[in-house]
C-alpha cells in the first residue's frame, strides 16, 4: 500500500494549485481519504475529506469554498484543488487512506484515524 502526493509549488497569493494523490495496491474509493497540512512550528492539522463509497466531501471550516476534494476512480488518485491562496495556506500537504476497507461510507477528521500516509509535497503561497 502506497500514497504519492504531488503538485506543490510555489504560487502568488490569490493563485492556485491542484494537489494529487495517487495510490497503489488498494483501490481508494472504498478507504477513507483525508489531506492534512503541517506549517513550520504547528501541528499537523486536517484540511478535508472524501468519504469511503460514496465520496462524501468534508472540508475544515476556514477554507470551505476555496478547497475542493475530488476523486478520479479510473486514475486511482484523489485531488485537492486550491483556490485564492493565501500565505497562511504555506504548509507540508499530506495525504493518506485509512487502513479498513469500507462498504458503506466513512471518513474522518482525526490523523490517528489514518494508517497509510503519502510522503508530503511543499506548497508556499508568496509574493
Known amino acids: 500500500v502506497q500514497l504519492q502526493a504531488s503538485g506543490g509549488g510555489l504560487v502568488q497569493p490569490g493563485g492556485s494549485l491542484r494537489l494529487s494523490c495517487a495510490a497503489f495496491?488498494?483501490?481508494?474509493?472504498?478507504?477513507?481519504i483525508g489531506w492534512f497540512r503541517q506549517a513550520p512550528g504547528k501541528e499537523r492539522e486536517w484540511v478535508s475529506s472524501?468519504?469511503?463509497?460514496?465520496?462524501?466531501?468534508y472540508y475544515a471550516d476556514s477554507l470551505k469554498g476555496r478547497f475542493t476534494i475530488s476523486r478520479d476512480k479510473a486514475k486511482n488518485t484523489v485531488y485537492l484543488q486550491m483556490n485564492s491562496l493565501k500565505p497562511e495556506d504555506t504548509a507540508v500537504y499530506y495525504c493518506?487512506?485509512?487502513?479498513?476497507?469500507?462498504?458503506?461510507?466513512?471518513?474522518?477528521?482525526?490523523?490517528?484515524?489514518?494508517?497509510?500516509w503519502g510522503q508530503g509535497t511543499q506548497v508556499t503561497v508568496s509574493s
Open positions: 472524501i468519504s469511503s463509497s460514496e465520496g462524501n466531501t
Open positions: 493518506a487512506a485509512d487502513g479498513s476497507y469500507h462498504a458503506s461510507s466513512r471518513w474522518y477528521r482525526d490523523k490517528t484515524e489514518y494508517d497509510y
Open positions: 495496491g488498494f483501490t481508494l474509493d472504498y478507504y477513507a
